[in-house]
Nanobody, 124 residues
Framework: QVQLVESGGGSVQSGGSLRLSCAAS????????MAWFRQAPGKEREEVAAVDSDGNTIYADSVKGRFTISKGSDRNIFYLQMNSLKPEDTAMYYCAVSHKYCEEGAGQGLYNYWGQGTQVTVSS
């Protein structure tokens, strides 16, 4: 059974940084796309960043240059480094994994497994 567990969320002031982690267990496929999504109250869930097993990355325009998605040395852990945080980054952040390679614009339907989320709050 695949499980994804996020950690690292919290409250920071505008301009601050946080690093989110996603620990994956039970995933045995050699190819994958791992992504971070976020959902703010009253808004749709949006894809923030994604990385596939070949190391290709995708970023939403709103986070380019500020967020970095990466894989740990252990293939079962992924990170989202978030710098220069803004109040509009406030949301619940979820990690998700797909059996397929990343597809820009594919949305939530590409992903097979989801974590429970970790809250990020950025105050002005």
């Amino acid at each position: 059974q695949v499980q994804l567990v996020e950690s690292g969320g919290g409250s920071v002031q505008s301009g601050g940084s946080l690093r989110l982690s996603c620990a994956a267990s039970g995933y045995t496929y050699s190819s994958y796309c791992m992504a971070w999504f976020r959902q703010a109250p009253g808004k749709e869930r949006e894809e923030v960043a994604a990385v596939d097993s070949d190391g290709n990355t995708i970023y939403a325009d709103s986070v380019k240059g500020r967020f970095t998605i990466s894989k740990g040395s252990d293939r079962n852990i992924f990170y989202l480094q978030m710098n220069s945080l803004k109040p509009e980054d406030t949301a619940m952040y979820y990690c998700a994994v797909s059996h397929k390679y990343c597809e820009e614009g594919a949305g939530q339907g590409l992903y097979n497994y989801w974590g429970q989320g970790t809250q990020v709050t950025v105050s002005s």
